[in-house]
């Protein structure tokens, strides 16, 4: 009972931080007051104490929440800028493993190599969300946005494989080489992709069965949907491959496969429902997870602090300062590289790098803020090498510094970039209203064609008993309105037209809605009619208010 009420309570405070968030006068990002909130419930006057599962809780978070940004990933886009992103997402990362661990290990002789490894991997993954909720969307360009989005779905993968690797290690579960890190990070990485996608096939077979079982049941395809990641990250878990990269491939494949978007209207709305619920939840808790562990955290950090004599709180503080500023300069200096290189030797097909400003590099670099991924990845750390016989070495040290580089980044990103981003000129967004109408008048001239051939078919037809001037008078309306939308040069009076239509139809819409209230009301009509009816009257204007 004690668990439920727990999950309830959690999940009660992440939904009141979306509130706090709103009521308080000036901005202060998402997850920085759910960290706040975290710490406040978990402070001794509250004594909110969560007691978790590192293995349990990576499994319970890792996998939706990159199927998730999977999902919304162009797989087109994602490739054209795929060496932006390999560059950043796994070059870059390896460097920053390797080049930080070194750094960290020198700063904190007390934490052992490996262990420093591990938290430069920890620290490696970026996070788009919590970039988002720091500065809005819409506020970084699109040509720096695309790139980090691809990026932090991509580097979560790869710094939390580095970090499987320097677990294990540290374990004595393998012996460290750099050959075969490598060679096992292509086999690890190649299987967990192909998992990916076979699963995902296979529950596309499954998906297409139960439709032709028992018909279009939103219900259960939403359910098989949310099983979906758990279960390609558990099967390439088994296998010994990445489960992180199964579940982002899996996430891929869903959004972008046409067979599997091509679902029945309900379950496509239900699903996004269910997807953007679930993601606020999940990464709510996550930084809501983070403010828990900081009483926690503190109060083990200064129990030892007393028996280390070389660590004070004054340097572990300073430790975090410098290691954040560490990470910002290699990613800096990263990006001026890669823009040096494709200068001198990609003139043909540069990067996009090569464009960009060093102002525009600055805000690459500090959007590389820290998140849920990172300390997902160092909370996921094992208690013991052994089974309650020998202790993580310096557990409580890398949790302790990663949580510091989160509140640091995070911090950092929301003093620094609105001041880089500030009188910077952001996308002409004619470009994106050209194509959008572009492809309405595409569409709306291939819809009349295919129209008018099925009033010519119907118009021949004996089999089907049609009144020919109920059929002429449907097929001359639908089919002018699709004119009126297929002519170029009549944008005003197109978005008069559709503004006033969908006036209307909302105004028949809530008048009906009322008078099945009504009809309910004085028991004209029974409770199923009444939900049968409100959902179809709620989805055409979910449609409707869509379109506006």
């Given amino acids: 009972m004690e668990i439920f009420f727990t999950i309830l309570i959690l999940i009660l405070v992440v939904s009141l931080s979306g509130i706090v968030t709103r009521m308080l006068p000036f901005q202060i990002p998402l997850p920085l007051i759910q960290i706040a909130l975290g710490a406040l419930i978990a402070w001794?006057?509250?004594?909110?104490?969560?007691?978790?599962?590192p293995e349990l809780f990576l499994v319970l978070f890792i996998p939706p929440l990159l199927f998730a940004d999977g999902r919304k990933t162009p797989i087109r886009e994602f490739l054209h800028h795929g060496r932006e992103i390999i560059g950043l997402a796994l070059v870059l990362v390896f460097f920053t493993v390797f080049g930080l661990g070194y750094v960290i290990h020198m700063l904190i002789p007390e934490m052992p190599l490996i262990v420093s490894f591990a938290l430069a991997a920890v620290l490696s993954p970026t996070d788009a969300v919590a970039l988002s909720g720091i500065v809005g969307k819409g506020r970084i360009p699109d040509s720096i946005m695309s790139i980090l989005e691809g990026e932090a779905l991509m580097n979560d993968a790869s710094g939390l494989v580095s970090l499987n690797f320097a677990i294990r290690v540290a374990i004595g579960a393998m012996a460290f080489s750099t050959t075969t890190a490598g060679l096992e990070f292509v086999k690890v990485a190649a299987g967990g992709i192909l998992i990916g996608i076979a699963v995902t096939w296979v529950y596309r077979w499954v998906l297409r069965a139960i439709n032709h079982w028992v018909g279009d049941d939103p219900a259960t395809q939403v359910v098989f949907l949310l099983l979906l990641p758990f279960a390609v990250y558990l099967v390439a878990e088994h296998f010994k491959t990445s489960g992180i990269l199964a579940a982002v491939a899996a996430g891929m494949m869903v959004g972008n496969s046409k067979g599997l978007s091509n679902v029945p209207l309900a379950m496509r709305l239900r699903a996004n429902s269910v997807w953007s619920m679930l993601e606020f939840v999940l990464n709510g808790t996550v930084f809501l997870m983070l403010g828990l562990q900081i009483p926690g955290i503190m109060a083990t950090t200064m129990t030892t602090l007393d028996s280390e004599a070389t660590l004070t709180a004054g340097k572990l503080f300073g430790d975090i300062i410098l290691i954040y500023a560490v990470l910002m300069l290699m990613r800096f200096w990263w990006l001026l590289a890669m823009k040096i290189f494709s200068n001198k030797f990609l003139k043909k097909r540069p990067l996009l790098f090569s464009q960009y400003s060093v102002r525009e590099c600055l805000i690459a670099t500090f959007a590389g803020v820290r998140g849920a991924i990172t300390l997902a990845g160092a909370l996921s750390v094992p208690l013991w090498i052994r089974v309650d016989v020998e202790a993580f070495p310096a557990r409580y040290l890398l949790i302790f510094l990663a949580m510091g580089v989160i509140l640091f980044s995070?911090?950092?990103?929301?003093?620094?970039?609105?001041?880089?981003?500030?009188?910077?000129?952001?996308?002409?967004?004619?470009?994106?209203?050209?194509?959008?109408?572009?492809?309405?008048?595409?569409?709306?001239?291939?819809?009349?064609?295919?129209?008018?051939?099925?009033?010519?078919?119907?118009?021949k037809s004996s089999e089907e008993d049609i009144d020919p001037h109920l059929l002429a008078e449907i097929g001359s309306k639908v089919i002018s309105d699709l004119r009126l939308h297929s002519e170029e040069n009549k944008k005003e009076e197109m978005e008069q037209a559709e503004q006033l239509e969908r006036r209307f139809r909302l105004t028949a819409l809530r008048a009906q809605r009322g008078e099945l209230y009504h009809m309910r009301a004085k028991q004209q009509i029974s409770n199923e009619t009444l939900d049968k009816l409100l959902y179809e009257l709620d989805l055409m204007e979910t449609l409707l208010i869509g379109q506006g």
Avoid at 415 to 438: A, F, T, V
Avoid at 440 to 449: G, H, L, T, W
């Fill in 44 to 53: 001794p006057a509250f004594g909110l104490h969560v007691e978790f599962n």
């Fill in 410 to 459: 995070l911090i950092c990103g929301v003093i620094i970039l609105p001041l880089l981003l500030r009188g910077l000129n952001m996308m002409d967004h004619s470009k994106l209203s050209e194509e959008e109408e572009k492809a309405k008048v595409a569409m709306s001239k291939i819809a009349v064609e295919s129209l008018e051939k099925l009033q010519e078919r119907l118009e």
